[in-house]
């Protein structure tokens, strides 16, 4: 064995279930937080989706709410995960729903109800108000490209009417918010370019990167370089998807190195390779993660990933995805660290102030953001009698 298997061997023992002090209820809803990996589409409520389907008039196989209640993604191809780090379950969860809808179809099935700048204004809106609930201060949010039926907004249309409901939720919630770009991954580099193109030309106070997004399986990161590296000229920021569907460490060391990721959106399978847990352990790289996957069959392997990834001392966060669709939030993702992923108070904390670090705010404004969390934090321990 070298010692590099030694590192992460060992340590990938980290039991699940709940701290051995487990910080109260009444601290962590009160916990301010960062959610910086969102996806609009993926927050519309069962409700909204209901209204706004049959206001459409949607061919669906079954009623909106029945499609909600059964979103279930299957895994893409069993066969590449045999031998993983962390066994990867095999065949269907308990209780999988017999019929079942994918994300991305129910995705689909989202964008064709929205209609105009007003709807998108709405789930941008609504998005605030359900991170709002779990105690988000601040929300990034990666949006998709903008549909034919609804190109006549053009990006700088469509990027006003999120805007809106993102000024919005600034006067009611007090919130601040970005949007990501997303870069479908399913699509050539050509269009990719060509998405970032169209940001760099398109400017907007509240479009703060992008993202490359869809599933891993589906295109690598290298093919994204020209388009990362318009995006870098333009100073936006950069995250990508990665290490979440491929078993290959490598590709979040592209997409550090290549792409010029400033942050990671998953990275489980770093844990293949040990080199690579270290390298991003030194390197401080932040990961944004979500123990919730509409990928039910696979919830208990992203919980034992986030274990070993917080024994192995990687920087998390954690994140929401696609809330309205799971469904989760970010206060039950906090919830599910302290109470699975055995998360102390010190780093339930860190985690949070992790969140401030690796946003796309401006610097003064992270800053800011930054102090107002250590204040609120230390009052609250105060409160509780936390250390
Ligand atoms: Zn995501």
Known sequence: ???????????????EGPAADPVPDAWLAALPKVDLHCHLIGTVRASTFAELARREKLDLPDEPEAIWRDINSLPPDPGLYADTAIPVPQGRA???????????QASKWVVESLRS???LTRIVY????????????????????????????????????????IRQAERDFGMTGRMIKGIDRSLSGEHALEQVRQVVDTPHEYLAGIGLDNLETAGPPERFV??????????????????EHVPSAQNTITCLDELGCDRIDHGYYVLEDPRVVDEVRERGVVFTVGSTTSRRSWRPWRRASIRAMLAQ????????????MFPTSLANEYAIMRDQNGSSHAELTAMALRGVDASWLPASERAALRSSFEAEIARLDAEHSLA
């Open 313 to 324: 001392g990687l920087a998390l966060t954690p994140c929401s995805d696609d809330p309205g």
């Open 226 to 243: 020209d388009a990362y590296r318009l995006a870098g000229e333009a100073g936006l920021g950069r995250t990508a998807h990665s290490s």
């Open 126 to 165: 609504e998005a605030f108000e359900g991170a709002h609930a779990s105690g988000t201060r601040h929300l990034e949010l990666f949006f998709d490209d903008v549909p034919a039926h609804l190109s006549h907004l053009g990006l700088a249309g469509a990027m006003e009417a999120y805007a809106e409901g």
């Open 117 to 119: 700048a007003d709807d």
């Open 94 to 104: 308990p209780g999988e729903p017999d019929v079942s809808y994918s994300l991305f």
């Open 1 to 15: 064995m070298t010692g590099a298997e030694a590192t992460l061997q060992s340590p990938i023992a980290r039991p």
